[in-house]
């Protein structure tokens, strides 16, 4: 069954707290620094460590892939042993030859088989090739699947000549049999623990009620491919029919073991079964904004109040971006979290000057101040760029707004003469109200005679006079 994640609907799974009894994707389970390969990953929710689910919890279920394992035995490697199925009855004469011959290509099929299982166990449904199969070190328990499976089809032989109805059951029941018999096989990585009844009742236990599919589905297919013998068994020569007998059980025993492997991989937590390497930590990569996804985490628990907490923290790192600012103003802002929203505007307003955004400053004022009517920026600093770059956009009576009572919020502030200069400046020469301009010019007049500025402020009190002196003909 595929779990998936429960912050990402679409994604599978692939940790699990157990804990919180929650399960992750790749995406949002943050793992400490370091390398690669050792990283642990991490629960966001209690800190406790995360159990990695595998791979097979992602995989489609069995009979979703039931297609390729039917076209399995027809990939090139394996086509050539049906190939030699089909002529090692033809070529070799009837005997004790042929009979040694036959179940020495027999043992070959099963090695072919039980390393496409071994490969297919891992998730791996590639076509297994020859050189795969002659570097394989299972030897010994390819001949020990083999020989069982000669045992089981000489007994059901054998009572199938004494009674045709008792030789069917027996070949139903060990047919049902085998599947459990190589799972448990290949999870003790021996036959003989798979042929006492405790593996075979673990693999049962492991794969529950759809061994009842499993068994359907194989008494169907060999019930198809002994239909397909029988029918031409009447009408080929005998050695004809024997060849195309070795090459349906043949295929048949291919198809067996690789949906066998499939089964491994599919519930290999349920089975206790570890893919060849799956011992392994698994290896991963460190995102680059682990942060951003706790955030989406604790915002769908409803746990705002950690948002808001990990949001501010990237927002108080050196050089915080752009981004971190955005997502705590957006956070804040919809939590109605006054006191935040105006102690975080001024470090906000001067992101975004810096980053070239003037016009989302001039709209983001004017929501402030229509939140919270009458606001301007306590940071004097941050006033006065702001009514500089509102100044560049047009934006005058933003601009003087900013900067309008600056010598009562920041009585001591040093750039105080430049700032009402300019307040001055866009009064009377942009928002034609000269008297208002001439009145902070005269107050910087009076207050800093000995300010360096004060040239400044001489020039432009004799320029707003003359602006104010009525006019004659």
Not at 46 to 62: D, I, Q, R, V, Y
Not at 80 to 86: E, G, K, S
Not at 104 to 111: A, N, Q, R, S, T
Request: hydrophobic share 50%; proline share 5%; with cysteine.
């Amino acid at each position: 069954m595929t779990l998936y994640c429960k912050y990402h609907a679409l994604e599978p799974a692939a940790w699990r707290c157990p804990p919180c009894h929650v399960d992750f994707c790749d995406t949002c389970s943050p793992d400490l620094p370091g390398e690669a390969t050792s990283a642990v990953h991490y629960c966001p929710l209690c800190n406790g460590e995360l159990k990695a689910l595998g791979a097979a919890h992602s995989a489609p279920a069995f009979w979703q892939r039931l297609t390729d394992f039917l076209r399995y035995p027809f990939s090139p490697a394996a086509l050539v042993l049906l190939v030699l199925a089909f002529l090692l009855p033809l070529m070799v004469p009837d005997g004790v030859v042929a009979h040694v011959a036959r179940l020495g290509f027999l043992l070959l099929v099963v090695k072919y088989a039980w390393t496409a299982l071994e490969q297919v166990s891992t998730g791996d449904v590639q076509p297994l090739g020859f050189e795969r199969l002659l570097a394989a070190k299972n030897n010994e328990l390819a001949l020990g699947a083999g020989m069982l499976l000669v045992a089981m089809v000489a007994a059901s032989g054998y009572v199938f000549t004494k009674s045709a109805f008792y030789g069917s059951l027996l070949a139903v029941v060990l047919l049902c049999v085998v599947p459990l018999v190589l799972l448990a096989a290949a999870v003790n990585r021996s036959l003989g623990s798979a042929l006492n009844a405790e593996g075979i009742k673990a693999a049962l236990a492991g794969i529950g009620p759809l061994h009842v599919v499993v068994c359907l589905l194989l008494v169907g297919l060999l019930a198809a491919l002994q239909s397909f013998v029988s029918l031409f068994a009447d009408i080929l020569p005998l050695a004809a029919a024997r060849a195309l007998g070795m090459v349906a059980y043949s295929y048949f025993t291919i198809v067996l073991f690789v949906l066998c492997g499939y089964l491994l991989f599919q519930y290999q937590e349920s089975l206790g079964f570890t893919p060849a390497g799956g011992s392994a930590k698994r290896k991963t990569h460190r995102r680059a904004d682990d942060g951003a996804v706790q955030v989406e985490m604790f915002l769908k628990e409803g746990n705002y109040g950690k948002a808001i907490a990990l949001l501010k923290r990237d927002t108080n790192k050196k050089n915080a971006s752009l981004t971190a600012h955005e997502r705590y103003h957006k956070l804040v802002w919809a939590m109605n979290d006054e006191q935040s929203l105006l102690e975080h505007a001024p470090v906000y307003f001067k992101v975004l000057l810096e980053a070239g955004r003037d016009q989302q400053v001039a709209s983001l004022l004017r929501a402030y101040i229509e939140r919270i009517p009458g606001y301007k920026p306590e940071d004097p600093d941050t006033a006065l760029a702001l009514a500089e770059a509102f100044e560049r956009m047009g934006e005058y009576k933003l601009a003087v707004h900013v900067l309008n009572g600056l010598h009562k919020d920041a009585p001591h502030y040093a750039r105080l003469p430049e700032a009402y200069l300019l307040a001055a400046r866009i009064l009377a020469e942009h928002l034609s109200l000269p008297q208002k301009g001439l009145a902070l010019v005269q107050f910087l007049e009076g207050r800093f005679k000995t300010h360096k500025s004060y040239p400044d402020i001489q020039r432009a009190l004799s320029a707003l006079a003359a602006q104010m002196r009525p006019r004659t003909l």
